[in-house]
């Protein structure tokens, strides 16, 4: 009999009871596994991710899950030529399985990368700036991010087995909140593969990483506040679980990525032999066959100018007759089997569907070659073209999706009707418009962006390196309105934030320096003893502070910088011209020029641990300084992040500029890498 799927239950594996559900290669037919969840404890598994998983992962910085995010990709790229082995019963080809496998391991990549990059090393998040609540400074707001307390449930769609569940993981672990993961049952054996390597692996900690294989049972009879939900599957499905009394009494955060409607606009300007043209043939081609058609941000409606959607259909037909389907482990096969047999009568009921409200013009036929495969053992169907000639008053072509390689050409006579067309999906997660016109792009873009999560657009300039219509990136947002769910996922650290609570803290200076990590002005001012720069990473403290000597800003200085930089603009050079700006009384020192005399004020000029000045960030500029103005510079140590392994730390500084009147002409923070004590003594 064909082995069970595992369900890594507190750490172990754990068969279900029963024989469960045979699951069934959708390329010719044979069960590959069997699946259940019966007998589980559920509420048990919730408490060892909230009180095992949480605990563990919150004792690291967001550093150090970055880190560990990183290894777990490298350990995973290893092995994945066992997961492209398996990924075949799926139905998918190798670049369909390349997407998954692969993409979703580089998702972990990103997340890590973006985390050491993005995120202090440290246990808090701090959301923008402090707010001055009081009129004297003393009393101030910050906003920070916190780990929830709970569990990140991950209930994940069948098309995507890997990258599913990896785009969803990847946020989760830096956020320092464990997963328990659910997969479609249909292609939950490359899931369950791809767990037990994790697994196996040792990379994550205890209780981190949870797998069900089969049902939820009742789960969410035991979701509480802190718990988090990510769907992704049908619409109808995510609102039965979104109106769960637990769900509802508790307010469990819930973002759905739900079935969608997407749609291509074609500009007016792409006509047949412009290169636009031909790029729209390529990427409806593409994203028709792309995993069978089996992608939530495929596109389903084909929204092209009038006067040629003939010719467009013609080239349509053409192309999507050039494509091989059959055994998507053959080298000679361009699109595989859709998931499951089930899948492919559901297609084909869909698209019986449509054909009352459209013609079909290609496909829509059971009598077609594969290649190397039983089409009567395989889940394989031919991509299906429509073409509906009343797209404004046709609802089934808006409403009524054949989750597979089908599509729609609705044809518009001006680019308010393209909008319309566009709108009437009523929510989408992607779409795209191919234009080498501007000005049409800016008119759809801004005529349908509210009902989008993502819109490219494409044209002969950037089409070699765009990532196409339908290609999700872990840098922005998944998810989009109305059908789509009206969720998002990713997004960078848009997505880690999904898992944490913002928490508006409220106190003085000082107290919100110790709870961030960051000085704060008005908070204390140390007297480090020596020169800031003369200590290591280790050596230095929040809220060190040097206040420097003053300098006094002479005619000379000013005319002297405009010569040597050959930055001669009015105010600075011609004393007449000056007084006539109503910023200015006279000719006025530049601005950079008060940035380097402050940088002369506080830089001690000896080697020392400070190796390097990488920038500077938020100058401004906050009163003119006119000659015989006199400077002076207080320099804190603002923030510190260490960058482990590799001996040293950013440091950033809060530098602030006063003149002889004590007013504050600029400021701005110093960033510098500043040695560890290691690294300092290696070197002197």
């Known amino acids: ?28 037919g044979e069960p590959v596994a069997r699946i259940t969840s019966d007998g589980l404890d559920f509420a048990d598994m919730l408490q060892h991710a909230r009180n095992v998983g949480g605990a563990n992962l919150r004792q690291l910085t967001f550093h150090e899950r970055g880190e560990m995010l990183k290894a777990l990709a490298q350990y995973l790229m290893e092995h994945k030529k066992e997961f492209y082995g398996l990924s075949t019963e799926t139905g998918a080809t190798r670049s369909d399985s390349w997407v998954d496998i692969e993409g979703g391991i580089s998702t972990l990549f990103v997340f890590s990368s973006k985390a ?15 707010e001055q609540l009081s009129k004297n400074g003393t009393f101030l707001g910050q906003h920070i991010y916190t780990p929830k307390l709970g569990a990140a449930v991950h209930i994940n769609a069948f098309n995507f087995p890997c990258w599913g569940m990896l785009e969803k993981l990847g946020p989760a672990l830096i956020a320092g909140v464990p997963a328990i993961v659910k997969p479609a049952s249909s292609t939950a054996y490359l899931t369950e593969l791809m767990v037990r390597r994790i697994h196996a692996s040792g990379i994550l900690p205890d209780g981190a990483l949870q797998l069900i294989c089969g049902s939820v049972g009742n789960l969410f009879d035991h979701l509480n506040c802190q718990d988090t939900i990510a769907f992704t599957g049908s619409k109808n499905t995510a609102e039965f679980l979104q109106e769960h009394p637990r769900v509802v ?62 010719e467009l259909v013609e080239a349509l037909a053409k192309s999507l007759g050039e494509i091989r389907i059959g055994n998507p482990a053959s080298k000679d096969v361009d699109m595989g089997a859709l998931a499951s047999q089930g899948q492919r009568d559901e297609v084909r009921d869909r698209v019986n569907e449509l054909s009352h409200q459209a013609d079909i013009v290609y496909g829509g036929t059971d009598d077609f070659d594969v290649v190397d495969a039983d089409a009567a053992r395989g889940a394989f169907f031919m991509p299906t073209l429509l073409h509906c000639q009343r797209p404004l008053t046709s609802h089934a072509v808006h409403s009524v999706e054949a989750f597979g390689p089908v599509s729609t050409v609705l044809p518009y006579t001006n680019l308010d009707e393209a909008i319309e067309l566009s709108r009437l999906g009523e929510g989408s997660l992607a779409g795209s418009i191919v234009t080498n016109d501007n000005a049409v792009a800016r008119k759809l873009v801004l005529g349908t962006a509210a009902y989008h999560g993502r819109i490219v657009v494409i044209n002969r300039h950037c089409a070699a390196e765009s990532t196409g219509h339908g290609s999700p990136l872990p840098h922005l947002v998944h998810g989009g309105p109305g059908r789509a769910g009206g969720g998002e996922e990713m997004g960078g650290i848009r997505g880690v934030k999904h898992y944490m609570q913002r928490t508006a803290i409220q106190g003085s200076p000082q107290t919100l320096t110790a709870i961030g990590n960051r000085w704060i002005r008005g908070a204390d001012q140390k007297d480090p003893g020596v020169h800031p720069f003369r200590k290591t990473f280790e050596q230095l403290e929040i809220g060190d502070t040097l206040v420097t000597d003053s300098r006094e800003v002479t005619l000379e200085d000013i005319q002297h910088f405009a010569d040597f930089t050959g930055d001669t603009f009015y105010a600075h050079t011609d004393e007449e011209a000056a007084a006539k700006n109503p910023f200015f009384e006279g000719r006025v020192a530049h601005g950079y020029l008060i940035v380097s005399f ?25 009163k003119p300084v006119n000659y015989g103005d006199t400077l002076r510079v207080r320099l804190a140590c603002k923030q510190k992040t260490l960058r482990a392994g590799t ?3 950013e440091v950033r500084w809060d530098a602030e500029v006063t003149n002889q009147d004590e007013e504050i002409v600029a400021q701005y923070d110093a960033l510098t890498m500043v040695a560890t004590n290691e690294q300092w003594a290696s070197v002197q």
């Not at 064909?2 to 754990?14: A, I, P």
């Not at 050491?116 to 402090?130: I, K, S, T």
């Not at 066959?289 to 006067?307: E, F, V």
């Open 647 to 649: 001996g040293y730390g």
């Open 249 to 310: 009494s508790e307010s469990v955060a819930f973002t759905a990525e739900t079935d969608s409607l997407n749609s291509s606009i074609l500009g007016p300007d792409a006509l047949p032999g412009t290169p636009e043209f031909d790029l729209y043939i390529q990427e409806v081609t593409r994203e028709m066959t792309a995993k069978a058609g089996q992608k939530c941000t495929a596109i389903r409606r084909i929204i092209a100018p009038a006067s040629f959607a003939g």
């Open 1 to 28: 009999m064909t082995s069970k799927l595992g369900n890594l239950v507190l750490d172990e594996w754990v068969d279900g009871d029963g024989d469960g559900n045979t699951l069934i290669s959708a390329v010719n």
């Open 598 to 622: 402050a940088a002369g004020l506080f830089v001690d000029p000896d080697f020392g641990p400070v190796l390097a000045n990488y920038g500077v960030d938020d100058l401004r500029f906050a």
């Open 116 to 130: 050491r990059r993005e995120m202090p090393n440290d246990h808090v998040y701090l959301d923008g700036p402090p």
